[in-house]
């Protein structure tokens, strides 16, 4: 507990900020002179921000005396920068002007929360994102947000890396890049090694904790991430970015854009390549990225193209690390093949349209296309040929029945479809969103021989094994803001989504598979905010969500069972309050499941896991965040995640093996038990200092409670707690004739902290004897990063 109760200390410290001036004024349109709701007003050089009221008003109260900058912006206006002194004479009037040409905000508007949705969010800016983006991938830059857990497969957060929120998965966590899906169909994971250095080309990203608001793509069930990439930068510019670090870690990155073009056009680029050898032992990765992007701004009209790829050849650390070795060689690899690779390309295309009329109406459409194909090259030692329907070979008087050899396993796929929104909003009070997608993906399993000792019948590219899946998922959605006082927002988001998902062929164990399975998911969700001031907010929702199973469930499920979908419903109460120096927010959650999938223990006909419908689980807790400026040179910000999270009713089953060839199956029935990789403390913390200007110098601190491999809350089957502090250190060097300089060190694990941060678990008898195998996928202890960014 000592290693975070600061961030606790600070944030009772800023429910304690005082100060005794108000700013208030009204923001309204240039033209009518009407109030514009929703307008952001944020205080420059500070976290203090808030949204106009329906009659367009706003407040920051607790202010100093002094001389303040004021930054103001809504979508379709032109944004403006006022200065004020405290005390105010009279309240501040800002009329703000239409723009002559749309805003990109507008692409995400639809399927982003805003400070009159009541749902749990945090909005990450561009800078934010790049301060940290010296080489690791998204989830790792994203480490520091509330109830926000990340792993590293290679330890370094390089190459294959996974993000948790609120215990839930990566599968349950939905992802969109511009309003477009990005999960997989079939698994629902999104596999962030296949978008390599993305971060450089984010303008923008918020997550959403819980179901959220309703969006396009696979069902959240524990968090929504919300991309939006480069947006118009009306002047032209060049970048170049480059660094280095431990494990052989490199990144270079070159961007240019050539900044609005006949007060019409623009385009941008991105060219990236990230190499490292990884904390464990040969987990190298060699990854290759672009990003293209060519856009028309109207005054009424954006139309705009988006292309960016990612190649990716990993060398494969999936298998994670015996529990015996942790104390004797953390860092090795059980495998040794030296091509034991994962060798992947995609490829997404985005064609993305707004127009608007007039200031009430704006539509958006969207089109895209996603390509992708790789394989994972295998040695396999000793295989028995009838594993890949082979015949046993005869040499002479021997019978040959097994064989060396290497094998790849291909996922060839196309995913391609639309999404539309249409933005209504007749008055101040009312704005009305309807919108959803409609997509299609096209998956072929196929796994070839390259080589044998014993080819048997094989020929070379030998498939012995092949499979397709179609999978059509489409949705509409409508929702509803209306003010019906200056305090009171409602908010009602309703949503129909309807999948039909089918397969057949050869699995990879050699069964003949087929399955055809169709879904209509109601998913309803409301909300009530009390804006009871500018600077304080209240808001409560209840929101429902369903969720498909994924290809393995159905595809591995025992015979004559079937997967039923999972449910989820949503209670969020929330609270918000900034001042001149502080910004605290408050939320208590429940995540209730009906029929959540977990594992079990228990396995199919040919040894796959399966996983099983538990009637009931939950999540639920309380996370607190808040921001307070010590000084004008300190700012310590930092949140805490308390919670439980419990399966009513879990069975466990146990095989027993003997050496006669016979097979026991025992089962134990858990009560109240802990849903694995579910900590109940969570904590992260941020303390800045300013030293002089240009430079920056942040201490960045993670605390992960302990998390249980499996459903039994059996502490012989866990990972430990951790508490990992980074430093990081910019400065901004002045050079004439270059826009920016700016040198950055980030030193990782810098106490040197060895843990663990994922792991798996499977428990077996012999002979009458339990035996529990735990494998684990330790971090890497202290390391850094050291980039050079030049701007022209």
Do not use: C
Not at 132 to 149: E, I
């Amino acid at each position: 507990m000592k290693k975070f109760m600061f961030v606790g200390m600070f944030v009772l410290s800023a429910l304690q900020a005082f100060s005794q001036h108000t700013l208030e004024g009204v923001v309204s349109h240039q033209q009518t002179g009407e109030g514009l709701s929703g307008a952001n007003v944020r205080l420059k050089s500070s976290s203090l921000a808030t949204a106009t009221t329906a009659e367009g008003r706003f407040l920051f109260s607790d202010l100093a005396s002094g001389e303040y900058t004021l930054l103001i912006s809504y979508v379709g206006f032109a944004s403006q920068q006022v200065q004020v002194s405290l005390p105010q004479a009279a309240p501040l009037s800002v009329a703000l002007v239409p723009e002559i040409r749309m805003n990109d905000e507008v692409i995400v508007n639809a399927t982003r929360a805003s400070e009159r949705t009541a749902t749990t969010f945090s909005n990450l800016k561009k800078a934010d994102i790049q301060a940290q983006n010296l080489g690791q991938d998204l989830p790792f830059l994203l480490n520091l947000s509330p109830s926000v857990v990340v792993t590293s497969d290679a330890g370094n957060g390089v190459g294959y890396t996974g993000i948790r929120v609120r215990g839930s998965d990566p599968t349950r966590i939905n992802v969109t890049v511009n309003g477009i899906p990005l999960n997989d169909s079939e698994s629902h994971g999104v596999f962030w090694v296949n978008m390599p250095d993305f971060a450089s080309s984010v303008n923008s990203l918020q997550i959403q904790r819980g179901v959220g608001t309703s969006t396009n793509g696979a069902a959240a069930f524990g968090a929504t991430v919300n991309i939006q990439t480069e947006t118009l930068n009306p002047e032209a510019y060049a970048t170049i970015d480059n660094s280095f670090g431990s494990f052989n870690t490199r990144k270079h990155t070159v961007k240019a854009g050539t900044g609005l073009l006949a007060n019409r056009f623009a385009f941008d680029a991105r060219l990236s390549s990230l190499y490292s050898d990884g904390y464990v032992d040969r987990a190298f990765s060699d990854l290759k990225s672009y990003f293209v992007s060519g856009g028309y701004y109207g005054e009424n009209t954006i139309i705009k193209a988006n292309m960016f790829s990612g190649k990716e050849v990993t060398y494969q650390s999936w298998w994670g690390l015996p529990e015996a070795l942790l104390e004797t060689d953390r860092t090795d690899n059980y495998y040794t093949y030296e091509n034991e690779t994962d060798n992947y390309q995609q490829t997404h295309y985005q064609l993305i349209g707004a127009h608007s009329f007039g200031s009430a109406l704006t539509l958006n459409l969207a089109l895209h296309y996603t390509r992708g194909a790789g394989y994972y090259e295998q040695f396999r030692e000793d295989d028995d040929l009838a594993d890949y329907n082979l015949p046993d070979v005869q040499l002479g008087d021997t019978l040959i029945s097994s064989t060396d050899l290497i094998r790849r396993r291909w996922l060839d796929n196309h995913f391609f479809g639309f999404t539309y929104s249409a933005d209504y909003k007749p008055s101040d009070a009312l704005q009305i969103i309807v919108g959803g997608g409609a997509n299609r993906y096209l998956g072929d399993h196929f796994g070839e021989i390259i080589w044998a000792q014993y080819a048997s019948t094989s020929s070379i590219r030998e498939r012995y094994y092949d499979n397709s899946a179609t999978k059509d998922d489409w949705n509409v959605y409508a929702k509803g803001f209306y003010s019906f006082s200056p305090k009171w927002v409602a908010f009602l988001d309703l949503q129909q989504r309807v999948i039909e998902y089918n397969y057949s062929g050869i699995d990879n164990d050699q069964r003949a598979i087929e399955g055809d399975f169709s879904y209509a998911f109601f998913n309803p969700k409301a909300g009530l905010t009390y804006q009871r001031s500018a600077s304080e907010q209240y808001y409560v929702s209840f929101s429902i969500g369903n969720r498909e199973p994924v290809r393995n469930d159905f595809v591995d499920a025992a015979e004559g069972r079937t997967p039923q979908a999972e449910n989820l419903q949503n209670l969020e109460l929330g609270y918000k309050k900034s001042g001149s120096t502080y910004s605290l927010e408050a939320t208590y959650y429940l995540m209730n499941y009906k029929n959540q999938l977990v594992l079990t223990g228990e396995l199919n006909d040919v040894g796959s896991s399966i996983r099983t419908n538990v009637p009931t689980s939950y999540r639920t807790g309380i996370e607190l965040a808040g921001l307070w400026r010590v000084h004008p040179r300190v700012d310590v910000g930092g949140n805490i995640t308390l919670s439980r999270n419990k399966i009513a009713s879990f069975t466990e089953v146990l095989y027993g093996y003997f050496d006669d060839g016979s097979v026991t199956v025992e089962e134990n029935v858990y009560q109240d038990t802990d849903i694995s990789f579910s900590p109940n403390v969570i904590a992260g913390s941020n303390v800045v200092f300013r030293p002089w200007k240009g430079a920056e110098i942040s201490w960045m601190s993670k605390y992960v409670g302990a998390q249980y491999l499996d459903n039994t809350s059996n502490a012989n089957r866990a990972l430990d707690a951790y508490w990992v502090n980074d430093v990081r250190i910019s400065y901004l060097i002045p050079v004439k004739g270059l826009k920016e300089v700016r040198a950055s060190l980030l030193v990782n694990n810098v106490l040197n902290e060895m843990y663990e941060s994922n792991g798996y678990t499977f428990s077996y008898g012999y002979e009458g004897t339990l035996y529990t195998e735990n494998y684990y996928y330790p971090q890497a202890g202290i390391n850094f990063l050291a980039g050079l960014s030049l701007s022209f």
